[in-house]
T-cell receptor
């Protein structure tokens, strides 16, 4: 079945540590996105990529980094510079861009130890 | 600033009691209005896209409508399995801006 796979489901970060969230898709989609979801808030865009080897900052990119070396993969690194990383992180993809429907992964819950 | 506002924040209905959820937005230049359903601990699931005022789309007990400044998600004779958070989002400047959602609970 085609879809988006996020791993791990739960992740814990220690003070000063960088952690990487995995996102893989087999839908042959060009565009991929990372969103952050906090309780009582809407989804906020962290980074997005519309083509391999290119990505753009979203609304809340500070403290995060991404790479897009392969069409299928769009990992997100939460760096130690992100002072409030506890949130539910969602990866999504669309065929070509933001004006089409997004397909979401099942999410990663990141917590700080 | 692009804003998407959803109301109410939470809604509790008896099974079979029809109602509507609202999504309003600022800024012109709509490039699509999207509705998603999200179950607890899961990623959102796509429901509808609307592109122009007057457009309507239906799926089972759900119907989405669009005017120039707002969209409604009508739920007719809901069942307990319709309980979820419903999110709307609008497309603008190569990204989607999401509202905070309406948490819908259907009581058997």
């Amino acid at each position: 079945d085609g879809g988006i796979t996020q791993s791990p489901k739960y992740l814990f970060r220690k003070e000063g540590q960088n952690v990487t969230l995995s996102c893989e898709q087999n839908l042959n989609h060009d565009a991929m996105y990372w969103y952050r979801q906090d309780p009582g808030q809407g989804l906020r865009l962290i980074y997005y990529s519309q083509i391999v080897n290119d990505f753009q900052k979203g609304d809340i990119a500070e403290g995060y980094s991404v790479s897009r070396e392969k069409k299928e993969s769009f990992p997100l690194t939460v760096t130690s510079a992100q002072k409030n990383p506890t949130a539910f992180y969602l990866c999504a993809s669309s065929r070509t861009g933001a004006y089409e429907k997004l397909f979401f992964g099942s999410g990663t819950q990141l917590s700080v130890l | 600033e692009d804003q998407v506002t959803q109301s109410p924040e939470a809604l509790r209905l008896q099974e079979g009691e029809s109602s509507s959820l609202n999504c309003s937005y600022t800024v012109s230049g709509l490039r699509g209005l999207f509705w998603y359903r999200q179950d607890p601990g899961k990623g959102p699931e796509f429901l509808f896209t609307l592109y122009s005022a007057g457009e309507e789309k239906e799926k089972e007990r759900l119907k989405a409508t669009l005017t120039k400044k707002e969209s409604f998600l009508h739920i007719t004779a809901p069942k307990p399995e319709d309980s979820a958070t419903y999110l709307c989002a609008r497309g603008i400047r190569e990204k989607l801006t999401f509202g905070t959602g309406t948490r819908l609970t259907i009581i058997p």
